[in-house]
């Protein structure tokens, strides 16, 4: 056992993360079960279907409650959560540089022990600056700078003229100057960003301002902006603020929700109760008004105005949004407090006010799509504000150091603010508390990492191996070398899993007679899943069909049922494209399966696309041990595909499933069903990868795949040598120690890749890493 570690007559081991428990107290628990009343911790994640992808604020959520527990007044993430924090013996955070969650599915085969130990994953946001978010390590090679403010214009703030063709902004809306009607949003976006639209089934009783008349690039401008509280009918407004181009306020006004307030969400709204019991004015009112007030050819803009139209229960067509029109990757967005004082200069939402003010946030809204249409894209580029919003927070950083120096105990403060406003001194925060932190693997600003950047991951494992049972909180940062993550490997990485993805989608079905039926093919393979294309084959000497599904359990389900079937009038044979690539497709489609991911998980086909998820739950109620049940949706229209996902609280009530679902009629339609392959994060991935655009021209793709295969072999090899020191420092932890091991994606000007997390407490349900 390792040896604990006193600090002022108490004791830390490997453990208390949860804060610093009396020695005499500790020593009792530390016998490895001569306690057997000592409580394990448990973790439960909700992530399964679209729950599954995580921001850097979430994940710091859950990093702070499991480092320093309810003593410290943190709170519970919002996304999971942990049982019997105060037992954890320690937080382990294993970071692989530079790698995310395309390196983890291509290698997929040699991460072994991370396929087996963790059970819970989640997609992870990439972000500029992945450890920055992560502890608030210093990310400017100049820190001096960072105090000057956002509005600096510096050589430094501003990018390569070669790097603004990656800025989301040029690609979105390209480099020239536009007029209005250019930025305004498309019905398709309009949708896909869930606006209020006329004639959609949600929206039938909404109001329609009918402002029909043809928009030009000198329509009116009206700044939009509303305070909602929670009732029992949910957000309701209470505030309603209307601002013309010149900035002039032409309605600011209190109105009556309907329902009983439940929260009035004072911080946020500044509403109180005082301030509503006077008020006569309702919603009815406030549309009649806004009616009135605006122009047949009126253009509305806000910040995620959506939200506002839809609490507003109006329908109007014609709006620019400047959560959108500022873009960024990932389908991030900036916040509007950020973006005014980035590019207008402009503190709104200042601490010292209670609440928001809607007048000032139209207000600063309307600014904004002014600047943005009057400067244009080019010079909007030019400001980088993601470099901007890496110096505020590192402008926040060096405050929180310097604060945290001069105050010392009263840190407490700081860890009653949310998550956002604490972040940068986490790390700061634990050592407060007693908890020093051990960070190895990169040199930090702060003198807290105890080694150096040219150490080597063997080093590194050795250090962690001796160390980490003596610290409660732990960052460990292993990589794979700048010769394997450079932008153009990563490149051909993608090509290669992009490839490989779209081969095992694939399948081939015949030989079919001449003039066969088109429709009733489709209809037989669209039995087993989601179709995303279907071609004839003419090239061979009978008619051959190429199907490719969204979903690797559709094309697995119809190589095993379709295959020697007759379809269309003849016996056909189905299999998948005979590839390099697709030689170990058997393997990999077996590990899937038997991934602890996918342990009581299975997937169903051949549901009535007008089944509802309310149906599909009483479809499936007499199940036994039905945990949850997910619908999976197409990203772009939202609508829900032929097919779910069940998940059971065991892995043998699914089996029993399968046996009773396959031939399963529901409202008409006969079920099929198999074993799950793909979770809701790697369903997400998936359907991304075949979504996104292709990549550069076929002679770089070439010369890069080409590169890439000279080192394929070395590569595998070092990924094999990772999993296993992961695996080795894994098993060195102590019982109870939450581990999460990251891949922290790509997020740069040569583009971006989603990270990957996983997760687990080790021994967690009694389950044990291979």
Not at 139 to 168: F, M, R, V, W, Y
Not at 466 to 475: G, H, K, R
Not at 543 to 570: M, T
Request: hydrophobic share 35%; charged share 25%.
């Amino acid at each position: 056992m390792a040896k604990a570690v006193c600090v002022n007559g108490y004791r830390r081991p490997g453990g208390g993360a949860g804060g610093l428990q009396p020695a005499g107290k500790r020593r009792k628990a530390d016998g490895g079960g001569r306690c057997p009343e000592k409580k394990s911790s448990r973790l439960s994640a909700a992530l399964f279907g679209d729950d599954c992808e995580i921001n850097h604020d979430q994940l710091y959520e859950l990093l702070k409650y499991a480092a320093l527990g309810k003593c410290h007044n943190a709170t519970q993430p919002s996304w999971c959560r942990i049982y019997h924090q105060s037992h954890l013996a320690g937080v382990v955070v294993i970071v692989l540089h530079e790698m995310s969650q395309l390196h983890f599915y291509k290698f997929y085969l040699q991460f072994r022990h991370l396929r087996k130990a963790f059970q819970h994953r989640f997609t992870l946001i990439p972000s500029t600056n992945f450890l920055a978010s992560l502890y608030g390590e210093g990310a400017n090679p100049k820190p001096q700078n960072a105090a000057q403010g956002l509005t600096s214009t510096s050589s430094d703030c501003i990018p390569e003229s070669s790097h603004l063709q990656c800025d989301p902004i040029i690609q979105k809306y390209g480099e020239k100057k536009r007029g209005l009607t250019s930025y305004t949003l498309t019905l398709e976006e309009q949708e896909k960003n869930d606006y209020p639209i006329k004639g959609s089934p949600g929206c039938k009783d909404y109001i329609y301002t009918e402002c029909d008349q043809q928009r030009t690039d000198s329509s009116p401008l009206f700044g939009l902006d509303c305070e909602m509280c929670l009732t029992a009918k949910g957000n309701e407004v209470t505030r309603v603020s209307l601002v013309d181009a010149q900035g002039q306020c032409l309605l600011n006004e209190l109105v009556k929700p309907e329902s009983t307030v439940l929260n009035y969400r004072t911080r946020f709204s500044g509403i109180t109760k005082k301030m509503l019991l006077p008020v006569k004015t309702t919603l009815s009112d406030i549309q009649t008004r806004l009616k009135k007030l605006l122009p047949n050819d009126a253009v509305l803009v806000g910040h995620s105005l959506n939200a506002d139209l839809q609490a507003l229960e109006m329908i109007h067509p014609s709006v620019i949004d400047t959560s959108l029109l500022f873009a960024r990757n990932e389908g991030r967005r900036f916040k509007l407090k950020f973006l005014a004082k980035a590019v207008l200069g402009k503190e709104i939402q200042c601490e010292q006010m209670l609440g928001h003010d809607p007048a000032e946030d139209a207000r600063a809204a309307l600014e904004l799509a002014q600047f943005f249409i009057e400067q244009g894209p080019a010079k909007v580029a030019e400001l980088n504000l993601e470099m901007l919003l890496t110096t505020e927070k590192l402008a926040e950083v060096l405050q929180n150091k310097a604060a945290l120096q001069q105050q010392g105990c009263r840190v407490q403060k700081q860890l009653n603010e949310p998550p956002h406003s604490s972040k940068p001194c986490f790390l700061d925060c634990l050592q407060v508390t007693g908890q020093k932190p051990l960070l190895l693997g990169r040199l930090d600003a702060s003198g807290l990492c105890q080694s150096n950047p040219s150490t080597s991951n063997k080093q590194i494992l050795q250090r962690a191996l001796e160390d980490v049972p003596l610290s409660a909180f732990s960052i460990i940062q292993f990589n794979l070398g700048p010769e394997y993550t450079a932008s153009h490997l990563l490149a051909g990485l993608c090509e290669e899993v992009r490839g490989k993805l779209t081969d095992m989608l694939t399948i081939y079905a015949g030989p079919f007679e001449e003039g066969i039926c088109l429709k009733s093919v489709k209809k037989e393979f669209g039995r087993c899943g989601p179709i995303q294309s279907l071609t004839v084959l003419t090239e061979t000497y009978q008619p051959y069909v190429c199907i490719q599904y969204e979903v690797l359990e559709a094309a697995q389900l119809a190589v095993e049922s379709l295959n020697g079937a007759e379809v269309a009038g003849s016996c056909i044979k189905v299999q998948r494209p005979v590839t390099a690539a697709m030689l170990d497709c058997d393997v990999l489609i077996k590990e899937l399966e038997l991934d602890v991911e996918n342990e009581g998980v299975i997937y169903v086909a051949g549901l009535k696309k007008s089944l509802t998820e309310t149906d599909l739950q009483e479809e499936f109620s007499q199940l036994k041990d039905l945990e949850t049940l997910f619908l999976p949706k197409d990203l772009q229209s939202g609508k829900h595909r032929n097919c779910c996902f069940l998940k059971f609280q065991k892995p043998e009530s699914a089996v029993e499933a399968l046996e009773v679902i396959n031939g399963w009629m529901a409202k008409g339609s006969r079920l099929r069903s198999r074993n799950a392959l793909a979770s809701g994060h790697l369903w997400r991935w998936i359907w991304q990868m075949n979504h996104s655009p292709g990549k550069p021209g076929r002679n770089i793709v070439h010369e890069t795949t080409e590169q890439l295969s000279d080192s394929e072999l070395d590569l595998r090899k070092k990924v094999k040598k990772l999993d296993h020191r992961i695996k080795k420092l894994y098993r060195s932890l102590q019982n109870n120690t939450l581990c999460i091991v990251l891949f922290p994606g790509v997020n740069s000007t040569r583009g971006s890749q989603s990270g990957l997390g996983l997760m687990g407490i080790k021994d967690d349900g009694g389950r044990s890493p291979c």
